[in-house]
């Protein structure tokens, strides 16, 4: 064949590389043909999903063959309900990954520039390439976003801000009072995309984590992106939802997919929204994980990024991938972050206390260390 189909793709797409996910635990299985394996790579729930979801996706069983309802009606009905806004606000995407895409495409092009910080999500720099918008990124402060940077970095063909937060993979987050001061120093014309995938996991602790949904109201540019695949624990199902200006919500469902969330992740999202003893159980599970992990951390002598998620980020001191791929031979899958440019770290899902204990005795004996 004489054409070179490589050629036929868009130069950012040609030198575009593909997000990789977490290791699945049966990729391991097939590779060292070990089992009993801990997995605490992708920022999953540990629980297992709701009893409510169960039970809503089977009774949905009987419409298989039917189209999912592709305004996703009663799911934002209760969306709307629970966090004081109204249906038209609201924009249903295939995970919360889908609606950060749906938003590069509806407003940035190749002639635009889109911001975000130094050790950000790796989807924002993936989705900035595919539509060959030219990519900002702004150097961190203490490992998270330096909002006063990323202001002054605006320029007349910005078009988007990415925001992490709770910031993936270093678990660290901006202020109400850091993020107000941000959105007014931002000119109208640019889109400020919050990205609050693990906001159900910060503790009254953090008082000073923004309120978003009151922000709403007062920044027509704002626009609020969350998920069901972490602390409500329907990762699998791919279901996300973004709040905003009832015309930016206009112009993002005229991108969107039709049936763009299927009939299951429909229902089980709206059983499990109503579920809080679940999502109590999910926070405690977590509180008590990350707090467990960080007292091991502690005992090893290992420095760590202080996070709110319900990961957190390790400094091994040494090559992480090589510490990474150490603890996969011992059936202990976690996440190497040498691609967010930390190549001594490991990223750690909050898992059931045997997991972590796992985890914890498994990297004693990597790093050749006492667990005093």
């Known amino acids: 064949m004489g054409c070179d189909l490589f ?43 709701s009893p409510k979801a169960l039970k809503a996706i089977e009774d949905a069983f009987q419409g298989l063959c039917r189209y999912p309802d592709g305004g996703g009606f009663k799911l934002k009905s209760a969306l709307a309900e629970r966090y004081d806004v109204v249906a038209e606000q609201i924009t249903l995407g295939n995970g919360s990954n889908d609606l950060l895409e749906i938003v590069a495409r509806a407003f940035a092009d190749s002639d635009s520039a889109i911001l975000f910080s130094q050790y950000a999500f790796a989807v924002y720099p993936i989705v900035t390439q595919s539509i060959g918008a030219t990519a900002i990124e702004v150097p961190a402060v203490d490992w998270s976003h330096d909002l006063i940077a990323m202001a002054e970095a605006i320029t007349d063909n910005t078009k988007l801000v ?53 922000l709403l109201p007062n920044y027509p540019n704002l626009i609020i992106t969350r998920t069901f695949s972490k602390a409500w624990g ?19 469902n005229r991108v969107r997919q039709p049936f763009n969330v299927n009939s299951f ?13 679940y999502l109590a159980s999910s926070q405690r599970t977590n509180t008590e994980g990350m707090k467990q992990l960080i007292e091991g951390f ?30 996969l031979e011992r059936g202990v899958i976690v996440r190497p972050v040498s691609n967010y440019g930390m190549p001594q770290h490991l990223r750690i899902s909050i898992g059931l206390q045997h ?12 790093l050749g260390r006492n667990r005093v």
Do not use: M, W
């Not at 919050?194 to 978003?212: K, V």
């Not at 992740?265 to 809080?276: C, F, I, K, R, Y």
């Open 298 to 327: 502690d005992r090893l002598g290992l420095a760590y990024i202080p996070s709110v998620g319900n990961f957190v980020a390790v400094d091994t001191g040494r090559d992480g991938v090589a510490v990474f791929q150490a603890l």
């Open 7 to 49: 050629s036929l793709a868009t130069k950012g797409v040609q030198s575009l590389h593909p997000y990789q996910p977490g290791k699945p635990v049966d990729e391991l299985e097939r590779e060292l043909g070990i089992t009993n394996i801990v997995k605490l790579a992708s920022n999953e729930n540990p629980l297992g999903p």
């Open 355 to 366: 997991e972590n204990e796992r985890f914890l005795t498994a990297l004693a004996e990597v």
């Open 234 to 252: 329907l990762a699998s199902l791919r279901v996300g939802y973004a709040l905003s200006h009832p015309d930016i919500a206009d112009l993002l």
């Open 265 to 277: 992740a429909l229902e089980a999202a709206l059983a499990v929204l109503s579920d809080d003893e």
């Open 162 to 214: 990415f925001i992490a937060n709770p910031n993936n993979p270093t678990g660290t987050y901006v202020s109400n009072d850091e993020l107000v001061r941000f959105l007014d120093a931002v000119p109208e014309h640019v889109i400020v995309v919050l990205d609050e995938a693990y906001c159900e996991y910060i503790d009254d602790d953090h008082q000073d984590f923004p309120n978003s949904g009151l």
